[in-house]
Every structure is written in structure tokens, then in C-alpha cells.
């Protein structure tokens, strides 16, 4: 199993709503990553945990809340969040922090009303 | 800080025919890895290729291959025989390889090339 999944495809949510992404691989992988990609932009990094613990958090409002319950799951939790903020969401994971193969997820389109 | 450089927004080829994406980066680092990802219609990110700056030889991945020129700072893709299936946005992208030889985990990408094949 070489895949990174990600649920739910598509999210149209409201700015007062509460929301969560989530992301799922059983690669083994111990480093997980969120991006956020804008259209017709490349992807910007948000989150890397590393072994279940948030290593990097790049500046991110906190209206994002990232959580690595285990090693093969992660969420991004979404709270009030701006209209600015709809963007393609991309999981990706790696065998560790110093593996440079990232394997990306098809991503969450996002879309804030 | 490193950037990565695509400077064509859109490119077009025929069936069967070749065409070379461009990317240059800057970077003071001398050990890193360069990749192309591409991204099609279903927007997930596939690696393409990817080759470390300490090797000489050019990475190749069955009809892909790319043109390293290390002091040049260029990193080219060439796409030989292109496919329908290879339509997608092309991102170059650049990681540092720390002093232990793991990378940095962070990528920094290119704005992307979107590339169209015609029938």
C-alpha cells in the first residue's frame, strides 16, 4: 500500500462552522505534512509532525489546528475560518524528516462561504 | 534562502513529440536534491524524478529524464514520446541535504509549468 488518503474529497463550509480534514497512510511512514495550495499556485507547507509530535509549525493562523492522534493518521482541524482560506489542502508523509520521497494525498478542495 | 525558477508558465506539445521543461534555482547549499512533481486534473502530487546534486550522471525514469547542469544552477525535464496522460502542472523543486546526509524535509517549489499534450 503506496497511498496516502485523504477524506473528504471536496468541503464547502461556512465561516462559524467547525470542520475537520483527515488523512490516513499504512506505509509506515513517521513523517506526516500539511500543505496548502492555492490555484494555479505551488504548495505552501503548514504543518510536519515527526514520530506523532508537531515539529514545524510554519506560521499557520490558528484557526488551524493540526493533531497526529497515531502514525498513520492525521487531522487538520478547521475553525472559523476566512474565505481566503479555500485552497486545495495536500497531505503528504515520508519515512522520516530526512527522507526526502514525499508521497503526497489527492488532496481536500476546500471552500469557505 | 533558496528559489526555484520556472519560466514557462504554459507549454504545449504534440503526441509522440518532445518537449523540455525548464527550471533554475539559486542556492548557496552544495549537497541538496532537485525533483519534478507532477500535477494532473486529479491534483495529486506524483514525484516524477529526482536526482542528488552529488551525482554526475542525469537521473532518468523511462520516458523521463532531466539535464543537471550543477554549476549552471539548471535542472531541465525532457519528456520524450509525451502522452495525453502526461497533461498536468510540472513543479521543479528543490530540498537541502543536512550535514548527518538526511534532507531538510522542506521542499521549495518552482510557480509550475502547465503542460498540454494535443491529439
Known amino acids: 500500500d503506496t497511498e496516502v488518503t485523504q477524506t473528504p474529497k471536496h468541503l464547502v463550509m461556512g465561516m462559524t462552522n467547525k470542520k475537520s480534514l483527515k488523512c490516513e497512510q499504512h506505509?509506515?511512514?513517521?513523517?506526516m505534512y500539511w500543505y496548502k495550495q492555492k490555484a494555479k499556485k505551488p504548495p505552501e507547507l503548514m504543518f510536519v509532525?515527526?514520530?506523532?509530535?508537531?515539529?514545524i509549525n510554519e506560521s499557520v493562523p490558528s484557526r488551524f489546528s493540526p493533531e497526529c492522534p497515531n502514525s498513520s493518521l492525521l487531522n487538520l482541524h478547521l475553525h472559523a475560518l476566512q474565505p481566503e482560506d479555500s485552497a486545495l489542502y495536500l497531505c503528504?508523509?515520508?519515512?522520516?524528516?530526512?527522507?526526502?520521497?514525499?508521497?503526497f494525498g489527492s488532496g481536500t478542495q476546500l471552500s469557505v462561504l | 534562502a533558496q528559489t526555484v525558477t520556472q519560466s514557462q508558465p504554459e507549454m504545449s506539445v504534440q503526441e509522440a513529440e518532445t518537449v523540455t521543461l525548464s527550471c533554475t534555482y539559486d542556492?548557496?547549499?552544495?549537497?541538496?536534491?532537485l525533483f519534478w512533481y507532477k500535477q494532473p486534473p486529479s491534483r495529486q502530487m506524483i514525484l516524477v524524478i529526482r536526482?542528488?546534486?552529488?551525482?554526475?550522471q542525469n537521473a532518468t525514469e523511462n520516458r523521463f529524464s532531466v539535464n543537471f547542469q550543477k554549476a549552471a544552477k539548471s535542472f531541465s525535464l525532457k519528456i520524450s514520446d509525451s502522452q495525453l496522460g502526461d497533461t498536468a502542472m510540472y513543479f521543479c523543486?528543490?530540498?537541502?541535504?543536512?550535514?548527518?546526509?538526511?534532507?531538510?524535509?522542506?521542499?521549495?517549489f518552482g510557480k509550475g509549468t502547465l503542460l498540454t499534450v494535443n491529439p
Open positions: 506505509m509506515g511512514h513517521r513523517a
Open positions: 523543486a528543490f530540498m537541502i541535504v543536512e550535514g548527518g546526509g538526511g534532507s531538510n524535509y522542506k521542499l521549495t
Open positions: 542556492t548557496s547549499e552544495s549537497n541538496y536534491y
Open positions: 503528504a508523509s515520508s519515512l522520516g524528516l530526512s527522507n526526502e520521497k514525499l508521497f
Open positions: 509532525y515527526s514520530y506523532e509530535k508537531l515539529s
Open positions: 536526482q542528488e546534486a552529488y551525482k554526475q
